[in-house]
């Protein structure tokens, strides 16, 4: 396995609180390699979920088969499926006296494969994406379809799973092991590999699209950072009521 460079985070890193573990893991990289190739995606905003103590988290009500993996050891993917079409990925961290917590992650930069990242989200050939752009350096005229920007590949949970092939066959994966296909490395060791800076100012601010305590500051990013998604606060849905 070839990789992005980087060392490989340590189990123990992961082993605290999500809280803590949420704003420090800003400007890692997690990578997925498969058949068609590796994708890597260096992380600019996540989200911390305590278990027991925080209502918005998957784990508040306990174990079910769901999120079973966030009762686990951490250093495991907790991937699940949302909104009936969309995949998320969590870093499971710290499970104590039966409270699980995890990090969402929400937003990243490619750092490496983007051409497989943008066929993936856009279901098209890199060429024809490109060609979207017109212009002499793409070599075809405009279609007047926009080509998807680099920023967009991963700028959300969903899509960021989209970009990185991610789906429930990789809940439990452990990426603290080189042999894993999912991976969590240290930011590269060489600068011009990177898209963030970790010595960036990290700010926090309310969580999104959550129904409970969506006010706790537990959504981090790297301020400036233009992967980073746009916030939404949640709306709740209502029912249609029908007359008889």
Known sequence: MCGSGGVLVARAFLDRPSVQVAPEVL???????????????????TEAYAGRADPASHAYRGKTQRNAVMFGPPGHAYVYFTYGMHFCVNLVCLCSDGSA????????????GEDLARARRTG???EADRLDAGGPDTGGPDTGRPPLAS???????????????????????DVCVPGSP????????????????RSEKIV???R??????????WRFWIAGEPTVSAYRAHVARHRKLVTP
């Open 124 to 126: 098209r050939k890199p």
């Open 101 to 112: 917590s995890a990090v969402l992650l929400r937003a990243g930069a490619i750092i490496a």
């Open 151 to 173: 920023r967009d590949l991963a700028r959300g949970p969903a899509r960021l799973c989209q970009a990185l092939a991610i789906d429930r066959s990789l809940d439990g994966a």
């Open 204 to 206: 926090s601010g309310p």
């Open 182 to 197: 999912l991976r969590l490395r240290w930011p590269p060791a060489d600068p011009a590999a990177s898209t963030t800076a």
């Open 27 to 45: 400007g890692c990289v997690l990578e997925h390699e498969t058949p068609a190739g590796l994708v890597a995606v260096q992380l600019t905003e």
């Open 208 to 217: 999104v699209g959550v129904s409970s305590a969506a006010e706790v500051p």
